[in-house]
């Protein structure tokens, strides 16, 4: 699976933003995707997961109740939507195929670019 992240952006704190990943290559639709994010000098984080048919979701503590996981099987993308924005936040998102929506261990080593998201205050 091939993956292109998009929809970073500078934005102000309590705003929004939709990250996009586009994926192409094998059947997209058989797997559990995730986001995840690094921000400078730390290590990449688990953000949220789907399971392969978009009606199961999990997301990390830290932006529950504000971010939410979609996808589009029929468009191969995987969406984040991101709400009132925190600075903590400030980092480059990366999106991957997962074992699961319960597992988030990644199943490629092929990652994208990612897309910065950078949140000023």
């Known amino acids: 699976v091939q993956l292109v992240e998009s929809g970073g952006g500078l934005v102000q704190a309590g705003g929004s933003l939709r990250l996009s990943c586009a994926a192409s290559?094998?059947?997209?639709?058989?797997?559990?995707m995730a986001w995840f994010r690094q921000a400078p000098g730390k290590e990449r984080e688990f953000v949220a997961t789907?399971?392969?048919?978009?009606?199961?979701?999990t997301a990390a503590d830290s932006v529950k109740g504000r971010f939410t996981i979609s996808r589009d099987n029929a468009k191969n993308t995987v969406y984040l939507h991101m709400n009132n924005l925190k600075p903590e936040d400030t980092a480059v998102y990366y999106c991957?195929?997962?074992?699961?929506?319960?597992?988030?261990?990644?199943?490629?080593?092929?990652w994208g670019q990612g897309t910065l998201v950078t949140v000023s205050s």
């Open positions: 789907i399971n392969w048919s978009g009606r199961s979701t």
């Open positions: 290559g094998r059947a997209f639709s058989n797997y559990a």
């Open positions: 991957a195929p997962v074992r699961g929506v319960y597992d988030s261990s990644p199943i490629t080593d092929n």
